[in-house]
């Protein structure tokens, strides 16, 4: 009997290309793809999660890539899923990936730099000031963002106080914040699958923002990695127990050393505009994928 994988992928910038050429690879290894298993849509009943008419419980494996189009919904029955069988990333890899607080405590645990950060519940938040004072620049993040949304850099108490509106409206229970590291506005972005260097590529921040992010503005550069960044990403994925990551990595020009910013579950693949521009790890990063989700799925 064949193997079935269902996957769920991002269809923009190539990725339904990207899906085609992954489900192509999988079928030559005798492993049969069904695609465009949206858990949002899913049923459940009596010890099956229907999905599309599959019952997702009856796969060997289930590949979930798309940030995008997440739902409250489509994430609890990833949840469910993956407590009957193996995902890409696993449940818990991913709900870490997704908490910037609960990623940069085991990567500071684990030995791998991150910028200085603290938390607080918004109610005793005294301790911001002073955090304030001896960082001189810090950065709200919140805790489950991502794209650099919701982000604000703060430099000043008034501004603090400002922000507090805004904080209490998004209803949050804690603040958590990050010292602003002071780099030249440009960072590393590295791809990593089953704890191997897949490709690397930077962003730039454009002259109207300080974030890196596409999504707020910044551009994707050509950038080649060195030994140390590709080791410090390394060890941030192992560190998650990723399968796969996007590790973003700066440069902290005041204390000259490399620290990662931020460590994402569903880094995309190189668009075919980008691919034009130079980066060219998309075959490896499938290959590596299909490696590893044939290895996965052996009976």
């Not at 049969?32 to 229907?50: H, K, P, T």
């Not at 890409?88 to 990936?97: M, Q, R």
């Not at 490399?258 to 693949?269: K, M, Q, R, S």
């Amino acid at each position: 009997m064949s193997r079935r994988v269902g996957m769920w992928m991002y269809a923009n910038g190539g990725g339904d290309l990207i899906a085609k050429k992954i489900e192509s690879k999988l079928k030559e290894r005798g492993i049969d793809v069904l695609q465009g298993l949206d858990l949002r849509f899913a049923e459940a009943q009596n010890g099956a999660i229907i999905c599309n008419g599959v019952n997702v419980l009856d796969l060997d494996l289930f590949f979930s890539y798309n940030a995008g189009e997440q739902t409250v919904a489509q994430v609890y029955m990833y949840e469910v899923v993956n407590d009957f069988l193996p995902t890409v990333n696993s449940f818990k890899a991913f709900k870490l990936s997704e908490d910037k607080f609960r990623s940069n405590m085991i990567l500071a645990h684990s030995g791998v730099k991150t910028s200085d950060f603290f938390i607080c519940h918004r109610e005793s938040h005294e301790g911001l000031y002073s955090k304030l004072e001896a960082w001189g620049k810090m950065v709200f993040k919140p805790i489950d963002g991502w794209g650099g949304a919701g982000m604000a850099l703060i430099d000043t108490k008034d501004k603090f106080n400002m922000l507090m509106p805004f904080i209490n409206q998004m209803n949050v229970r804690h603040i958590y914040v990050e010292r602003f590291i002071k780099n030249d506005f440009s960072d590393f972005r590295i791809d990593i699958v089953d704890g191997e260097f897949v490709g690397c590529y930077g962003r730039q921040a454009s002259k109207r923002d300080w974030r890196t992010n596409v999504t707020a503005g910044g551009s994707v550069i050509v950038r080649e990695a060195n030994d140390e960044v590709v080791e410090i990403a390394k060890r941030a994925s192992k560190a998650l127990g990723m399968d796969i990551a996007g590790v973003d990595i700066l440069y902290d020009t005041e204390r000259e050393e490399y620290v990662v910013l931020e460590v994402n579950g569903i880094p995309a693949f190189a668009t075919p505009e980008q691919e034009k521009m130079g980066l060219n790890f998309n075959a490896k990063k499938i290959d590596l994928i299909v490696e590893m989700i044939d290895r996965k799925t052996q009976k």
